[in-house]
Structures are given as structure tokens and as C-alpha cells.
T-cell receptor, first 112, second 117 residues
Framework: EDQVTQSPEALRLQEGESSSLNCSYTVSGLRGLFWYRQDPGKGPEFLFTLYSAGEEKEKERLKATLTKKESFLHITAPKPEDSATYLCAVQASNFGNEKLTFGTGTRLTIIP | EAGVVQSPRYKIIEKKQPVAFWCNPISGHNTLYWYLQNLGQGPELLIRYENEEAVDDSQLPKDRFSAERLKGVDSTLKIQPAELGDSAVYLC???????????????FGPGTRLTVL
């Protein structure tokens, strides 16, 4: 069965303390892996799309990487405003066309 | 550019009552999605439209849920009758037409938080 698993479920960091969030997936024919940020009471906000193993993308303090089995979202010197839930989603050929299958997210808290 | 608009933002109803949610996608986006998100979970697809055609409704509980996108722009999701277990956030998303097999990112609205008492 195709699965998307995110870890850890929750992560508390001091401001400036770098870390990584993990998204492991078991799908057939990955078309794309997406990272979203979700603030309380809001819809997910698009961050990155990764299409092939070895690909990396950066945005401010965030950097996403992709291997054949997992993706990492690295956060460097985080600030309190980076606190949010980070969702990973995959789009795979066996799921159908544009359907995204989401993980349960990592709730990130940055302490000032 | 205006984002995906949803209304209402919050809705509280008694069980067995009907409820409807409205979504207006980003201008020019021909693909529209309705997702359900339970607390602490990722969004789960309910239905996907390409223009006015529902191309994936396999996860929509058709005994009580219905959706429409009559003119290929805005969409309505309805529940009748609502059950206690329907309490969740209902998210609408839209995306533009994929080019050369590369699928575009989905942009989400703020969601409607439904509470069924």
C-alpha cells in the first residue's frame, strides 16, 4: 500500500537551532513531492515541488531535498515566525492524475 | 492576484441538518479540488473537477455528499444530512492546467470549519 509518513510528529527548537523534518514515502511512479506550510486556521501554503531524486530547492531558511525513498525539509537558523505545521504530499501515477496524498505533518515550534 | 476564496469560514449546525460550502478558485485555474481535513491529519481528497466535469469523486460519500461546478468556475459542496463525524475543515484548492506532463502546485483556500452538534 502506498504511504506517506512524516516524522517527527512535533518538534520544538530554540530560535537559531537548525534541524530537519523527514517525509518518507512508498509509492509507485512518483510524479512529484510537494511541501506545504500550514498555519493554524489557514489552508496549506505551497512551498516546494521536487520531481526527481537528487533535486534540491531553497527558499529563505528552508531547503528541501529528495531521494528515492524520502524527502527532507532542512530549516537553518529558524525564527519564531517559522512555527507552523509542515505537510508533505506526493503525486504518484498510481494515485491518478493530480491527486495529492498527504502525510499527517510535523508541527514545528520555534521558541524565542 | 486573489487567492482561493471560501465561505463561510465557520459553520455550526445540528446533526441531520443540511450544509453547503462555496469556493471560488483562482482566476484561470481549470482544476478545482475539495479536501477534508480532520484535526491532526493531512487533507484528504473528496472530489476533483476539470472545468465542470467531476473526474475523480471516488472518495466522496455519495449517500450524503454532493458537489457541483456548473459553469466551470466556482463550486459548491453540500452535505445532507450532516452527521457528527462530518465535523472537520473542508478545504478547496485549485491549480492550472498541467503542461507537458508536469503537474502544477495546488493553491488552497482558508477552509470552512464545520462543527456538527
Amino acid at each position: 500500500e502506498d504511504q506517506v509518513t512524516q516524522s517527527p510528529e512535533a518538534l520544538r527548537l530554540q530560535e537559531g537551532e537548525s534541524s530537519s523534518l523527514n517525509c518518507s514515502y512508498t509509492v509507485s511512479g512518483l510524479r512529484g513531492l510537494f511541501w506545504y506550510r500550514q498555519d493554524p486556521g489557514k489552508g496549506p501554503e505551497f512551498l516546494f515541488t521536487l520531481y526527481s531524486a537528487g533535486e534540491e530547492k531553497e527558499k529563505e531558511r528552508l531547503k528541501a531535498t529528495l531521494t528515492k525513498k524520502e524527502s527532507f525539509l532542512h530549516i537553518t537558523a529558524p525564527k519564531p515566525e517559522d512555527s507552523a505545521t509542515y505537510l508533505c504530499a506526493v503525486q504518484a501515477s498510481n494515485f491518478g492524475n493530480e491527486k495529492l496524498t498527504f502525510g499527517t505533518g510535523t508541527r514545528l515550534t520555534i521558541i524565542p | 492576484e486573489a487567492g482561493v476564496v471560501q465561505s463561510p469560514r465557520y459553520k455550526i449546525i445540528e446533526k441531520k441538518q443540511p450544509v453547503a460550502f462555496w469556493c471560488n478558485p483562482i482566476s484561470g485555474h481549470n482544476t478545482l479540488y475539495w479536501y477534508l481535513q480532520n484535526l491532526g491529519q493531512g487533507p484528504e481528497l473528496l472530489i476533483r473537477y476539470e472545468n465542470e466535469e467531476a473526474v475523480d469523486d471516488s472518495q466522496l460519500p455519495k449517500d450524503r455528499f454532493s458537489a457541483e461546478r456548473l459553469k466551470g468556475v466556482d463550486s459548491t459542496l453540500k452535505i445532507q444530512p450532516a452527521e457528527l463525524g462530518d465535523s472537520a475543515v473542508y478545504l478547496c484548492a485549485s491549480s492550472s492546467k498541467p503542461l507537458a506532463g508536469v503537474y502544477n502546485e495546488q493553491f488552497f483556500g482558508p477552509g470552512t470549519r464545520l462543527t456538527v452538534l
